[in-house]
């Protein structure tokens, strides 16, 4: 199965500032990824599919980039609503797979 | 609007079965394009997913290979809900479980753009 690795495990940033998390894949996943957002006691929710496309209702400060083996997602102006813990997840090949996550945490 | 609703026990003895159900609306569990899927998180384990049920013109399953010999997931259509079942329950099954719909399948399984609010059950006598 394809192991998603999401780095760093922990980010520490300013509100109003830039967010920049990796994922990276041990094959590639075309551009068969999405990415949620988790906050404590809730669902992951869909921010991304598509590799870059927003989900319905999604701020346009999410965006997501890349292809293959390493995509991005980036924050362009941290809010306080975007506090929360991110994972990618892949469904380029059978099974589908998460990533470990990373924490976005206020600095 | 798709909602999600789980249902069923909090606390399961080792050994015995964990059950839940998902409640659907908005959407039908007969769809010819949804999947709908069990998942669950643990802080050893991450968000993993279990399985899943769905309809093209006959129903399929499709199971984890570290779940398979214990893993049920059944259809039900005259409620619009869909079930899971984990026999032979140990304490490293306690996790939080999440029924997620796949709305249209993408690639090799599709995107959870549909989730439950997630039952935290715990494995212990």
């Known amino acids: 199965e394809i192991v998603m690795t999401q780095s760093p495990a922990t980010l520490s940033v300013s509100p109003g500032e830039r967010a920049t998390l990796s994922c990276r894949a041990s094959q590639s996943v075309s551009s068969n990824l999405a990415w949620f957002q988790q906050k404590p006691g809730q669902a992951p929710s869909l921010l991304i599919y598509?590799?870059?496309t927003r989900a319905t209702g999604i701020p346009a400060r999410f965006s997501g980039s890349g292809s293959g083996t390493e995509l991005t997602l980036t924050i362009s102006s941290l809010q306080s609503e975007d506090f929360a813990v991110y994972y990618c997840q892949q469904y380029n090949d059978w099974p589908p797979t998460f990533g470990g996550g990373t924490k976005v945490e206020i600095k | 609007q798709v909602q999600l609703q789980q249902s069923g026990p909090g606390l399961v003895k080792p050994s015995q079965t964990l059950s839940l159900t998902c409640a659907i609306s908005g959407d039908s569990v007969s769809s010819n394009s949804a999947t709908w899927n069990w998942i669950r998180q643990s802080p050893s384990r991450g968000l993993e997913w279990l399985g899943r049920t769905y309809y093209r013109s006959k129903w399929y399953n499709d199971y984890a290979v570290s779940v398979k010999s214990r893993i049920t997931i059944n259809p039900d259509t005259s409620k619009n809900h869909f079930s899971l079942q984990l026999n032979s329950v140990t304490p490293e099954d306690t996790a939080v479980y999440y029924c997620a719909r796949v709305g249209t399948v993408v690639g090799a399984t599709g995107y959870f753009d549909y989730w439950g609010q997630g039952t935290l059950v715990a494995v212990s006598s």
């Open positions: 598509g590799a870059s």
